[in-house]
């Protein structure tokens, strides 16, 4: 089964994908995106592309566990990406995994611009293996 996970930002939206059989995520683009119509049209096309079964949204909640404003405009964006493409969304909690994006790619020498330029999908590849390892038997 093939996921796309999204990692919402204010600015940058990271994307990621599975291999077809949904076991190991991959980094696929960043969209540089603010207005959350755009975006949805910008996810649509990528989703019509590459025709994923399910869309995992991280939802970034507060480290107690509770959820914020921004959890509120993450399934605001889910309701409008599952409605224009009729796609199933799911949530997946997302606490930290910039944090640990960061650290990956400090371990691997990434820095500056291109650090900038692909922490978020770095980001949605940790949110959708979170999502694989937590589903899979």
């Given at each position: 089964?093939?996921?796309?996970?999204?990692?919402?930002?204010?600015?940058?939206?990271?994307?990621?994908?599975?291999?077809?059989?949904?076991?190991?995520?991959?980094?696929?683009?960043?969209?540089?995106?603010?207005?959350?119509?755009k975006l949805?049209?910008?996810?649509?096309?990528?989703?019509?592309?590459?025709?994923p079964?399910?869309?995992?949204?991280?939802?970034?909640?507060?480290?107690?566990?509770?959820?914020?404003?921004?959890?509120?405009?993450?399934?605001?964006l889910?309701?409008?990406?599952?409605?224009?493409?009729?796609?199933?969304?799911?949530?997946?909690?997302?606490?930290?995994?910039?944090?640990?994006?960061?650290?990956?790619?400090?371990?691997?020498?990434?820095?500056?611009?291109?650090?900038?330029?692909?922490?978020?999908?770095?980001?949605?590849?940790?949110?959708?293996?979170?999502?694989?390892?937590?589903?899979?038997?």
């Amino acid at each position: 089964m093939k996921l796309m996970s999204i990692d919402y930002g204010d600015v940058r939206t990271g994307i990621a994908f599975s291999d077809i059989r949904g076991i190991l995520a991959s980094p696929y683009t960043v969209i540089n995106e603010s207005y959350m119509p755009k975006l949805v049209d910008k996810l649509a096309e990528i989703i019509e592309k590459e025709k994923p079964e399910k869309v995992i949204i991280g939802l970034p909640r507060n480290m107690d566990g509770t959820y914020g404003y921004r959890c509120d405009e993450c399934r605001e964006l889910g309701a409008a990406v599952s409605e224009k493409c009729g796609v199933e969304v799911v949530y997946q909690d997302e606490r930290l995994t910039t944090v640990m994006a960061h650290n990956v790619l400090s371990d691997n020498n990434v820095r500056g611009k291109k650090r900038k330029e692909t922490v978020d999908a770095v980001s949605a590849v940790m949110i959708l293996q979170s999502y694989i390892d937590k589903n899979s038997n």
